[in-house]
Structure formats: C-alpha cells, structure tokens
C-alpha cells in the first residue's frame, strides 16, 4: 500500500493538497506516480498563472503515458517548482516532497479527502 | 554494431558526383562554414552492409506477426509497390505543366470518387500527410464553417476518454479548447455526459467508430445527432475505418467530416515514420474550405488543378504524399466492390478469433463482441504475479512476435491491445494465440524469466526513461 501522510487532504485525482503559509500546496501522491512509472517529463504552469479547481494546470509524462494534473482550488499561481523542469525522477523519489505549485487560493476548492478517505479510494481502485 | 562515424576512415568516401560542367558560383566568405562537416566517409558496400545488418535487426510485417491495435499492420500487397515505382509516378516533378501529368491528376481524381463512395462524403483533400495532420486539416474546416457563419462562440471541441492521444493534440493546436467526456459501461460515450457537455460553445466532436476498444458504439445515431442539434459538427476519425470499410460508412452515421489513414487502411508499408496520407473528406457543405489544390474534370475530359472557394490554403507543399495515393488506388481497385466489405469483414472475424481463443485465460476488458482490435487487461495477473503488461510485451519479442500495442487506450489499466488484421491466416493465429498462452503459464511459473526478457532479440530492454532524460541527439566526437 502506497504511503499516505495523515496530514495531507487529497482529490479523487491523486493529487495531495496542503496549506503553508497561507498558500495551497499542490502536488502527486504515491499511489499517482507509482502508477505512472518512471516520469520523464513534466509541463508546468507559469507564476501568474490561474488555476481552477477540477481543471487540469500541468501535464506529467511517463514512458507509458501523459497525464493531466488537476487542481484542487482555484485561485492564482505563486510559485512554482523549477527544479522538477531539470529532475522529474524526484517525483518518483519523494511524491511528498516534490511539490509541484503554491496557490494563492481564492475559494472554489474541489471535494477533498482525507487520508482514511484517500487510503479507501486507493484500496478499492487497485480491486 | 558500430555506428557510421566509427566505420568511417579519412580518404574512403565516394567521389560518385560527375565533374561539375556549370561555372562555379562563389559565395561570401561570411556565408560559408569555417571547417567542413564532419560527415563519415564510408564505402559503398560498408555502407550498404550497415543498413542491411540494420534492417535484420527490425521486425516488420514481412518478418512475421505484427498485431499492433489501432494501427492496421497489415501486410501490403506487391502489386501496389509495383504500381506506386511506375515511372509516369515517379519521374515527374511538382511543378510540372498539368497537361503532361495528366495520368497522375486522374488518379487523384478516381481516388477521390471511390473514397466518397467508402466514407459516405462529397469531397476529399489529399493534402494532409498522415492521420493527426487530417484531424488538425478537419478541425480547420470545421473552424472556417463556425467562422463563416459568425458563430464566433463555438470554442470547444469534445473528445470522448477513450479517443486517439492525437484527437485532443490535434484540438489544442487548431486553437480549440478540449472538452473529455467519459465511456459508459459498455465502453461507448456516455450520452448523459455528451448532453451535459455540449452547448452553445461546442464547435465539434472527434469520435472513432469503432473506437479505441475495438467497439462499435451502438448510440452513433443519437450521438451524432446531439452534437448537430446543439450547434457542433462530428468529426470521424478514419484510423479504425479498416472495420467497417464497405459495410458503414462515416457519412451515413451523423459525421460531417473524416480522414482516412490510407497508409493503414489501403496498405502502404509505414511504422517506420512515413510517408503517410491522410486525405480529409467532408460533407458538400464543407467542401468550399477544403485545403488547395484539388482535381476536377472538365467536360472535355482533361484534369485540373482548382482552388476551393474560401480554401483554407494549404497545409501542407504540392499535392500530398502522391505515391501512397497510388498505393491505395490499386489497393482498392483491385479488391473491388466485393473485396473491400470482404477485407473488413475478416478483419472483425480474425480479431474475434483471436478473442475467443485468450478469453477465459487472460482477461478481455471488455467482454463483447469485438471489430477489428481487442484489449486485455492484464490488471490482476500484474497483482497476482507481479507480471505486467509490459514483461508480457517484451516476452513476446523473443517468439518473434511484435508486441501488441501497451497501455492503450489509458481508460484500461495493464492494457494490450490486438489487432491481427484481415491479412492473418488461420493458421497464425492459432500460433499466436499459442505463445500468448504459453508466456501467461511462464508467468505464473517463473515471473524473473518474463521481468528481463526479451532474452534472444538483439538487445534487451533499452533504457527508455534514460532516453526520455537525458536524450543522446548527436555523435560525441573526441
């Protein structure tokens, strides 16, 4: 079973959210990119950019596929994480660590779930 | 095997070029290169020995079965070779007058009519190269036809989650916004979901029919027919048109316009990058944006070149990939009336075969009566095993099988898909069905064996993320 922080929220997407510093934190849990595999490439969104929830806002690349990334909350991108341009393979080491954008939120979240919520999805999407 | 550069040798190159019998032009100094090129200099049968050693080392129709879905593999008869290297085809030039290529622009001519016939059309461009540059050819048109009626709003194009990866590439870069609509149970789009996405803004849809499942949405009708009362066009995508060449057709299902993969359908040999072809057809009245120049017959019986009236211009130089329009003329004159519904039809029979034979010991995803092509799902032997679809792939390769196409459509998980094609003996696909049997026992019994096969082909599992990374694009020199 992939790891799941209990600290986290997450969408039916795979994605995890968290707040910092009054920004949302957004990025791809493990269950996400061990299903993925090896990610080669990932597309992301400017500073500045606006984001809405459910909307796609970055694109991953794996030897199997492209996927969208989905946001959770709408709102306007504060930072993004350049360094994962350079090394995509740190989403596969550290989904938790690698964070992908900061949010500065403007309501409009997605449904969001907690971890024994998220972990029951997982269980019942690998059935 | 050595790479060209390291059989090269200073001296050995071909000097095949005749003296130069023109005066000799000289360039600005700022115009021309500091040091010359480091091209390899290789004689010619070193050179002919590479690319021979190169082409033993491939797996193509012609060295055996090749049952990748959703890209019609199937073999291509000699005889459209033969007509395709006449030389009336192929010692012309582009810019030739249109009087002396009379012969060429009749074949353009005749391909169009039988293709209008097949697809239930009224017009068709050459022009676009392969499949994705007619999506993004018939996109155009559907643009022009919004644009032309001032019916600016219409922004979106709505692509079902099963389609072709191209489908929505092909939306983003005709400057469309893409709408995903999910499949239903039965693996078709679900109409609740179409209704709810379309709109005052929808310009179109893009559908395969049979699509990415090998299924036949049974809802075509009512599907079409939603799209159109809301304001959009249909858009069919011709890769899957093998299954219902002859029986169905495009025109009579609700679409306004389709491309053709001649390349697959119509047999040319491809896989290895082209050249393809991919003519867009369309309704009458889409016909005057189609892209320039088409062919007609004047009364006196001559052919010319024409410009549509409000063409969307070209997208592509000249007339198209010519030779493959060739190609698909003597594919389809010569099965004929009878022969073209034949070939569909053993296409869907040899695929069913196929079926039937793995069912019960792989998983189908759908377990239905399939078209052309099938998907397995090789989700649970991939819990159970530790064996995924990709081991299973690789493994394959040593029985001298090309895999079938993996982790595709994305809505399957661990998925193969199969597409034998009507060009398939019996006999093959008892053969094939046996060593998909025989590697699933493997991997029950000694999964390592299939996690680091192939083990007889000439290199094993390439570093596919490494490439992706860090991607070598030129030779190093010291």
């Given at each position: 079973m992939a790891n799941i922080p209990s600290e986290l929220k997450y969408t039916k997407s795979h994605e995890w959210l968290k707040q910092e510093d009054g920004l949302s934190v957004i990025g791809l849990t493990q269950f996400a990119v061990d299903a993925l595999g090896d990610i080669v490439f990932i597309g992301l969104p400017e500073e500045g950019d606006s984001v809405t929830a459910g909307a796609s806002f970055a694109d991953v690349e794996s030897v199997k596929a492209v996927s969208d990334v989905f946001s959770p909350v709408s709102g306007r991108v504060a930072e993004v994480n350049r360094e994962l341009g350079d090394s995509p393979e740190k989403l596969n080491q550290d989904p938790y660590g690698a964070w992908l954008i900061k949010v500065e939120a403007e309501g409009g979240a997605e449904e969001l779930l907690d971890a024994a919520a998220y972990e029951a999805l997982c269980a019942q999407e690998e059935a | 095997?050595?790479?060209?550069?390291?059989?090269?040798?200073?001296?050995?190159?071909?000097?095949?070029?005749?003296?130069?019998?023109?005066?000799?032009?000289?360039?600005?100094?700022?115009?021309?290169?500091?040091?010359?090129?480091?091209?390899?200099?290789?004689?010619?049968?070193?050179?002919?020995?590479?690319?021979?050693?190169?082409?033993?080392?491939?797996?193509?129709?012609?060295?055996?079965?090749?049952?990748?879905?959703?890209?019609?593999?199937?073999?291509?008869?000699?005889?459209?070779?033969?007509?395709?290297?006449?030389?009336?085809?192929?010692?012309?030039?582009?810019l030739q007058d249109e009087a002396s290529v009379q012969g060429c622009l009749e074949v353009i001519y005749c391909t169009e009519q039988l293709l209008n016939e097949i697809t239930g059309m009224d017009a068709v461009s050459f022009q676009p190269a392969a499949g994705a540059h007619g999506e993004y050819t018939g996109l155009m048109l559907i643009r022009a036809y919004h644009q032309s009626r001032n019916d600016l709003k219409r922004c979106k194009i709505i692509v079902p989650d099963s389609a072709h990866g191209t489908n929505p590439a092909s939306a983003a870069m005709a400057g469309f916004t893409v709408v995903s609509v999910p499949s239903n149970a039965e693996g078709g789009v679900d109409l609740d979901a179409l209704r709810a996405a379309v709109g005052e803004d929808t310009a179109g849809l893009m559908l395969t029919n049979p699509n990415t499942l090998g299924l036949f949405d049974p809802n075509i009708l009512?599907?079409?027919?939603?799209?159109?009362?809301?304001?959009?066009?249909?858009?069919?995508?011709?890769?899957?048109?093998?299954?219902?060449?002859?029986?169905?057709?495009?025109?009579?299902?609700?679409?306004?316009?389709?491309?053709?993969?001649?390349?697959?359908?119509?047999?040319?040999?491809?896989?290895?990058?082209?050249?393809?072809?991919?003519?867009?057809?369309?309704?009458?009245?889409?016909?005057?944006?189609?892209?320039?120049?088409?062919?007609?017959?004047?009364?006196?019986?001559?052919?010319?070149?024409?410009?549509?009236?409000?063409?969307?211009?070209?997208?592509?130089?000249?007339?198209?990939?010519?030779?493959?329009?060739?190609?698909?003329?003597?594919?389809?004159?010569?099965?004929?009336?009878?022969?073209?519904?034949?070939?569909?039809?053993?296409?869907?029979?040899?695929?069913?075969?196929?079926?039937?034979?793995?069912?019960?010991?792989?998983?189908?995803?759908?377990?239905?009566?399939?078209?052309?092509?099938?998907?397995?799902?090789?989700?649970?032997?991939?819990?159970?095993?530790?064996?995924?679809?990709?081991?299973?792939?690789?493994?394959?390769?040593?029985?001298?099988?090309?895999?079938?196409?993996?982790?595709?459509?994305?809505?399957?998980?661990?998925?193969?898909?199969?597409?034998?094609?009507?060009?398939?003996?019996?006999?093959?696909?008892?053969?094939?069905?046996q060593v998909f049997l025989d590697v699933l026992e493997e991997a029950k019994t000694q999964p390592e064996k299939l996690h680091g096969a192939p083990h007889d082909c000439p290199i094993s599992r390439p570093d596919e993320v490494g490439a992706a990374r860090n991607p070598v694009l030129r030779y190093a020199f010291e």
């Open positions: - | 095997m050595k790479l060209l550069f390291e059989l090269s040798r200073p001296g050995r190159g071909q000097e095949l070029l005749p003296a130069c019998d023109v005066p000799e032009f000289a360039f600005d100094a700022d115009l021309l290169r500091q040091t010359p090129p480091r091209l390899p200099e290789i004689s010619e049968v070193d050179l002919e020995r590479h690319y021979t050693q190169l082409a033993k080392r491939t797996h193509g129709v012609n060295d055996g079965f090749y049952p990748l879905g959703s890209c019609t593999m199937k073999y291509n008869p000699h005889i459209d070779e033969e007509m395709a290297a006449l030389d009336g085809f192929t010692r012309i030039h582009p009512e599907i079409t027919r939603i799209v159109h009362e809301a304001g959009g066009l249909n858009y069919y995508d011709g890769a899957n048109l093998n299954a219902v060449m002859g029986r169905a057709r495009p025109g009579d299902m609700g679409f306004d316009c389709v491309h053709v993969n001649l390349h697959k359908t119509f047999s040319t040999p491809h896989g290895g990058g082209g050249p393809g072809s991919g003519p867009v057809g369309c309704k009458a009245f889409l016909e005057k944006f189609l892209p320039e120049p088409r062919v007609k017959r004047e009364e006196d019986g001559a052919y010319r070149f024409f410009s549509p009236e409000n063409s969307i211009g070209k997208v592509r130089s000249f007339y198209g990939n010519f030779l493959v329009v060739v190609r698909a003329l003597t594919y389809i004159t010569v099965l004929g009336k009878e022969g073209i519904p034949e070939a569909s039809g053993t296409a869907v029979l040899n695929a069913n075969y196929l079926m039937h034979k793995l069912q019960g010991q792989y998983d189908v995803a759908y377990d239905t009566t399939c078209m052309h092509e099938f998907v397995l799902t090789l989700e649970k032997l991939k819990q159970q095993t530790g064996v995924s679809a990709l081991d299973v792939a690789k493994r394959l390769l040593d029985f001298g099988m090309h895999p079938p196409t993996m982790y595709f459509p994305l809505i399957v998980h661990e998925a193969l898909m199969l597409e034998p094609t009507e060009t398939e003996s019996r006999e093959t696909l008892d053969w094939a069905a």
